[in-house]
T-cell receptor
Framework: EPEVTQTPSHQVTQMGQEVILRCVPI?????FYWYRQILGQKVEFLVS????????KSEIFDDQFSVERPDGSNFTLKIRSTKLEDSAMYFC???????????FGQGTRLTVV | AQKVTQAQTEISVVEKEDVTLDCVYE???????LFWYKQPPSGELVFLIR??????QNEISGRYSWNFQKSTSSFNFTITASQVVDSAVYFC????????????FGTGTQLKVEL
């Protein structure tokens, strides 16, 4: 069964460093998303991406964040100058189109120290 | 603005008991989708169901059933004959149909099923 794959599963970084979280969406899906879950809290929408551009973003997704689809298979989330409060589980998701349900990856746990 | 409330923070049951997880939502949109996701201890989010606001029929899938009541803005989830493997955090979520997969999640209900 096709699945969304995220790497790494856990990343530890020093405050102020840049991190790139990687995702391989399901191959025929066209819409891609990033969500964030701070430990013990609810899952929050960050951004949606279609046709090589951001289609929607939340208030959380400020200039510190960027997304990119560098090739035909990967979808990345870059966090510049990480802060302690960026520590969270980051989920990538993809959907076939705008109206079908999204499938989530297993998440990348980011720890900023 | 959209809001999803899962008032039950944690539920503990003994295996084989039935358990219902509550979800109440708020939205001004006339058409929307409701979802349930499961997050087992391993951390991934597993899609369980999506229901269109036009479709108020209850749904059953094996031991799982969902009760959608528009009149009370609720979308409750029942697990029949619970098993230890059902132990997880369950999230209810909402999106308006024009919003694609921009989901608003509830805070989740931790379900613990013990032997």
């Amino acid at each position: 069964e096709p699945e969304v794959t995220q790497t790494p599963s856990h990343q530890v970084t020093q405050m102020g460093q840049e991190v790139i979280l990687r995702c391989v969406p399901i191959s025929n899906h066209l819409y891609f998303y990033w969500y964030r879950q701070i430990l013990g809290q609810k899952v929050e929408f960050l951004v949606s991406f279609y046709n090589n551009e951001i289609s929607e973003k939340s208030e959380i997704f400020d200039d510190q964040f960027s997304v990119e689809r560098p090739d035909g298979s990967n979808f990345t989330l870059k966090i510049r100058s990480t802060k302690l409060e960026d520590s969270a589980m980051y989920f990538c998701a993809s959907s076939l189109d705008r109206v079908t349900e999204a499938f989530f990856g297993q998440g990348t746990r980011l720890t900023v120290v | 603005a959209q809001k999803v409330t899962q008032a039950q923070t944690e539920i503990s049951v003994v295996e084989k008991e039935d358990v219902t997880l509550d979800c109440v939502y708020e939205t001004r949109d006339t058409t929307y989708y409701l979802f349930w996701y499961k997050q087992p201890p391993s951390g991934e989010l597993v899609f369980l169901i999506r229901r269109n606001s036009f479709d108020e029929q209850n749904e059953i899938s094996g031991r799982y059933s969902w009760n959608f009541q528009k009149s009370t803005s609720s979308f409750n989830f029942t697990i029949t004959a619970s098993q230890v493997v059902d132990s997880a955090v369950y999230f209810c979520a909402l999106s308006f149909t024009g919003g694609g997969n921009k989901l608003t999640f509830g805070t989740g209900t931790q379900l613990k099923v013990e032997l």
